[in-house]
Every structure is written in C-alpha cells, then in structure tokens.
C-alpha cells in the first residue's frame, strides 16, 4: 500500500530536537533552571500531594488530576508532572518553546498538551484545572493582578495554585540582576526587571485580590558552597514561593 505523502519538514524538526536539547542541557544556557528544578518540584509535589491527599510513595500519584503549567518553557517542570500521572497541558506565550517542549516530551514518550497560549485565553475559554502551575512568570507580566486573576479562574473550586517569583529588595538586586546576569552569566543581561519583583506581602495582597486564599509561602535559597538550592521555612530575600487556593470544595 503506497504511504500516504507526509507534511513534516525533516530540516525544521532537525532545529527544534536541537533546541530542545539545549533546554534540556543541565550545562547549557538553562542551567539556572536546572539547578534549581529539583527545590521546585520538591514543594510543588509535597504541595499538590497535601491538598489532594496523594501518596508520592505509590505509582502515579497524580492521577486523575489536571495540571497547567503556565510559562512551561521547554517542559522542565510540565514532564515530572506527566509522570506522576496528571493529565498535563503546558502553556506558554513564546510560541518557539511549544514545537521544542512536544519534540522533547515525544523522545520521552510522554502525552502533554502543548500550547502556545495565554492565561487569559485558557479562561475566557473555560478551561480549568486542578492545580496551576505559576512560576517565575508574574513578575514578566504588564498586570499581575489581572494575570493572577485569570489563574484563578483557571482553577476548579478548591484548586491549588503554585506561584514563585523574585523578592524586591536590595540583596535581590545584587544577587538576581548584579550576580546572575552579569557576574555568573546565568541569566542574558536584561532578563529581569527589579522595579517588576514583587514582595512577598504584595503578592499575598495580590493573591486575595485575585480571589484567592494564601496559604503557604517558602524561600528558594541558593547555597553557594554545596552549589545547591534548598526550600527554607525563613529565607525568602530572594526566591521564593507561594501556594494559594481558590475558595470552595473540590469534587
């Protein structure tokens, strides 16, 4: 039987597995991310595996859960998900980071639906979720009140958002701005904004004007003799994250 005459351009799919794999490269220019993707996950999991009441001891622990990662990039944080079962989409406004998220997910023969979307499109479309996903992207956003209302009403009543961002405050700038992007090179100069970080008390305010209900907020603290990120109960000078959750039950 003749096959039937295929649409794929082997040279376009060729870049983008190249692009994907500089994403995935622990050592390439996503390496910040990388180093600090196991802190994240760490309380995204505990986080998730609390509200829903879920054991991270047994096989795909998030079923039958639907998650979004808004800002999802190249999938660093959307895949995990995946795998511990939830049904997962991915979004993110920069549509060159869709076709490199799929091609990895594809290699990794995971199902994640990918989207180059916004929030505020998923809602108007009445999309909802059980958890959001919200990370290192308010403080890109022209409006984070309006942005974090539209993750609220992406989520099911009882649902759970994770946000994270960049503390404002001097050692921020220092460390973010000074020593990421300029001493490090972690980071292309340029990348963030300091008068955009926001506190931690304004996003909490931010949280409850958006109709959401904070419950939660934690520090990612970068150790520069272990070369490793830990969460902290106290230290939220810089990185830190927020869990909140949008009043009502959960089916």
């Known amino acids: 039987m003749q096959r039937a005459a295929s649409t794929i351009d ?6 983008f597995q190249a692009m994907a794999e500089e994403w995935w490269d622990p050592a390439g220019k996503f390496k910040p991310l990388h180093m600090m993707n196991p802190c994240r996950l760490d309380y995204i999991t ?23 990662d808004i800002g999802c990039g190249g999938g660093l944080l959307a895949e995990p998900m995946a795998r511990l079962g939830a049904e997962v989409v991915g979004a993110d406004a920069a549509e060159r980071n869709i076709p490199v998220a799929q091609v990895h997910a ?11 979307t916004t929030a505020e499109a998923l809602a108007e479309a009445g ?3 059980d958890a959001v996903l919200n990370m290192e992207v308010v403080e890109h956003v022209s409006d ?12 099911k009543p009882g649902g759970l958002q994770i946000c994270s961002t960049l503390n404002r405050n001097p050692k921020s700038y220092v460390m973010a701005i000074i020593g990421a992007e300029h001493v490090m ?4 100069k340029g990348t963030h904004d ?3 970080f926001i506190t931690p008390d304004e996003l909490y305010d931010l949280l409850r004007q958006a109709g959401l209900e904070p419950v939660d907020r934690k520090g990612f603290v970068f ?5 490793r990120w830990s969460v902290s109960d106290r230290d939220l000078s810089v990185n830190y994250v927020t869990a909140s959750r949008k009043p009502g039950n959960s089916s």
């Open 194 to 196: 300091w008068s955009k």
């Open 46 to 68: 505990r986080q998730i595996a609390a509200e829903f009441e879920r054991d991270l001891g047994t096989d795909a622990p998030f079923k039958g859960l639907r998650i979004l």
């Open 106 to 116: 594809e290699q990794s023969g995971l199902k994640i639906d990918y989207r180059h």
């Open 127 to 129: 999309e909802q979720f």
């Open 10 to 15: 082997e040279g376009e799919v060729a870049k």
């Open 185 to 188: 090179r972690w980071l292309p």
């Open 144 to 155: 984070p009140l309006a942005y974090l209302t539209a993750c609220r009403e992406l989520l």
């Open 223 to 227: 150790n520069p003799v272990s070369w």
